[in-house]
């Protein structure tokens, strides 16, 4: 059986909106202010050891947009470009990226069937709406927090929603030079 990984940037008040800067958010880009080459490095090999990413529309047109054509010693984007790409949604009729698969209808029932499948994680990043399914649908194996040293005091949040308490155990703690800290946890079956 497959993992399913949620791994986000994430500041310490919870906000996971626009890291990167793109979406035009008042406080994007916020991640780029704590470069790290420790946590480039946990960026690559999390990308590397996954079969597949796992994200929902947006998310997955913003992916799309930024990186067909990229190129990078490293090889992360080689990966990102070939690795299976499932986007979850209900308004997507055709996905152009490299191997990419459109999963509509019942999202929870698909990924569940998905996560059956041999192979290795199914990584999910960002889709904030999406990661909100799989925690209400029981999906999601472990996550994988990038919690960087600062508060914005609005944005959206990973965790705010309907789904109510979620007991989390601590896998890994590991503070970074920038302050940014990895922090692992798996949910607590109920």
């Known amino acids: 059986m497959r993992r ?7 500041t310490l008040d919870g906000v996971i909106e626009d890291p990167g800067g793109s979406e035009g958010f008042e406080h994007g880009g916020w991640s780029f202010r704590f470069p790290d080459p420790e946590a480039m490095r946990f960026k690559l090999e999390e990308v ?3 079969d597949a990413l796992l994200l929902g529309r947006i998310t997955y047109e913003g992916f799309a947009a930024a990186w067909p054509g990229r190129t990078d010693e490293a090889g992360f984007a080689a990966k990102m470009n070939s690795m299976a790409k499932y986007v979850a ?9 490299t191997n990419s698969t459109v999963i509509s209808g019942d999202v929870p029932a698909e990924i569940a069937r998905l996560k059956q499948n041999p192979g290795g994680d199914i990584l999910v990043a960002g889709s904030r709406t999406l990661v909100h399914t799989l925690a209400e649908h029981d999906l999601v194996d472990e996550y994988r927090l990038m919690v960087h040293p600062i508060v914005l005091g609005s944005g959206k949040r990973l965790f705010d929603g309907p789904a109510g308490p979620t007991v989390l155990r601590l896998v890994s703690a590991r503070p970074l030079a920038s302050g940014t800290i990895i922090a692992v946890y798996e949910p607590v079956p109920h």
């Open 4 to 10: 399913l990984v949620v791994s986000e940037f994430v």
């Open 48 to 50: 590397m050891a996954a």
């Open 89 to 97: 949604s209900s308004s997507l009729a055709q996905a152009a990226w």
